[in-house]
């Protein structure tokens, strides 16, 4: 288990995996996380959320420079990628593919390499 980070407050690992998850699973910005623990009286700045992201960022490098290397040994690649609603500044829901010009979305994309079991690619 890794040491949770030392940035002035001591929060527990699973506070710091929640603000990470709501961060990216849950596409909530970390003001609006910064407001939400002040709601319950929970002083925190946003500095101290960043630094929280960052580490764990660093704690999962490994595990990520694993599965790249496990990508990219293999035979063939496949990507394919997704439209993902974002929020505008008016704070209305933006939906991808509106046919207006001046539509903005955000694209979400994966990638894998397979090899089919037959052995033919």
């Known amino acids: 288990m890794p040491e949770a980070p030392g940035h002035g407050l001591k929060a527990d690992i699973t506070v710091v995996a929640d603000v ?4 990216y ?3 909530k910005p970390l003001y609006r996380q910064q407001r ?3 709601r ?3 002083p925190l700045r946003r500095q101290n959320l960043c630094h929280w992201v960052g580490w764990c ?7 990520a420079t694993a599965m790249a290397e496990f990508i990219r040994a293999q035979p063939m690649i496949q990507s394919d990628e997704i439209s993902v ?12 593919g509106c ?3 001046a539509c903005r979305g955000r694209r979400s994309s994966v ?9 033919m690619g």
Not at 57 to 63: C, E, G, K, L, T
Not at 111 to 119: C, F, I
């Open 20 to 23: 990470v998850v709501q961060k």
């Open 25 to 27: 699973a849950e596409n």
């Open 36 to 38: 939400a623990f002040a």
């Open 40 to 42: 319950i009286d929970i």
């Open 57 to 63: 960022s660093d704690a999962v490098a490994p595990v």
């Open 85 to 96: 609603r974002m929020q505008l500044a008016s704070g209305q829901m933006q939906t991808p």
């Open 99 to 101: 046919g207006r010009t």
């Open 111 to 119: 990638t894998v390499r397979w090899t089919r079991r037959d052995g």
